[in-house]
């Protein structure tokens, strides 16, 4: 999660010309107090963890405004999380990890973390394990969903799980429908055969087999 997609803004500012999802949902996910909020909680609790019990994945959107494959994405979405921009950063903290645990940053430049990232190269090693995974981030109803569609499509034995209070949309109600929160919607369900979890839920993880699942 990243400032251009999260970050705190007031109420009634106008929102920068990026996919920042808009007050409402940066509030339910980051709250008003920082070093309470169920993103950083989650994220610290992850982040504590041995790899041996958990692997911790961020992907991160990382965008060079010079490279012609992205004018189009950038021109569609307006510019956001440019390389080493403020807006770039993740909204939340990386100090207190665990001293020799690993995390993986991925650098992802479209909507497709498999199409534009290295992710299959750090997942492929753990294909015929019945790994557990939790997703979180944004959008819910896009990238969200479309990693859970790839990670379903290409690695059937993981387990996976999305949680509604870690994840948001650019409204809410796209949010709800994305987690098939309706009869309608999960006749059309994009996230069918993920298990839905409660407030208390999961990163942006992968677990060994014999791993825990964020509770
Ligand atoms: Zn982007």
């Given at each position: 999660?990243?400032?251009?997609?999260?970050?705190?803004?007031?109420?009634?500012a106008s929102l920068p010309d990026t996919p920042h999802v808009g007050h409402d949902?940066?509030?339910?996910l980051l709250g008003d107090n920082p070093a309470?909020?169920?993103?950083?909680?989650?994220?610290?609790?992850?982040?504590?963890?041995?790899?041996s019990t958990l692997r911790v994945s961020h992907v991160r959107d990382w965008h060079d405004a010079d490279d012609p494959l992205q004018c189009g994405h950038l021109e569609h979405f307006g510019p956001h999380c440019l390389k080493n921009s403020p807006g770039a950063q993740?909204?939340?903290?990386?100090?207190?990890?665990?001293?020799?645990?690993?995390?993986?940053?991925?650098?992802?430049t479209g909507l497709s973390n498999f199409a534009t990232s290295d992710i299959d190269e750090v997942l492929a090693p753990h294909g015929g394990h019945a790994l557990?995974?939790?997703?979180m981030g944004v959008w819910t109803e896009a990238k969200i969903t479309f990693l859970a569609y790839d990670l379903?499509?290409?690695?059937?034995?993981?387990?996976?799980?999305?949680?509604?209070?870690?994840?948001a949309s650019s409204s809410r109600e796209n949010h709800f429908i994305a987690m098939g929160g309706s009869a309608a919607a999960r006749s059309r369900d994009p996230l069918a055969g993920c298990d839905r979890?409660?407030?208390?839920?999961?990163?942006?993880v992968t677990a060994p087999d014999n791993g825990t699942q964020p509770s």
């Open positions: 999660m990243q400032t251009d997609f999260v970050g705190p803004v007031t109420r009634f949902e940066s509030r339910r309470e909020d169920a993103v950083s909680r989650v994220i610290a609790w992850a982040h504590a963890q041995p790899d993740f909204v939340f903290p990386l100090d207190g990890i665990l001293p020799d645990k690993e995390l993986t940053i991925l650098n992802a557990r995974a939790g997703l379903r499509s290409r690695y059937p034995r993981f387990q996976l799980a999305v949680c509604s209070a870690l994840t979890v409660g407030a208390r839920g999961a990163a942006n």
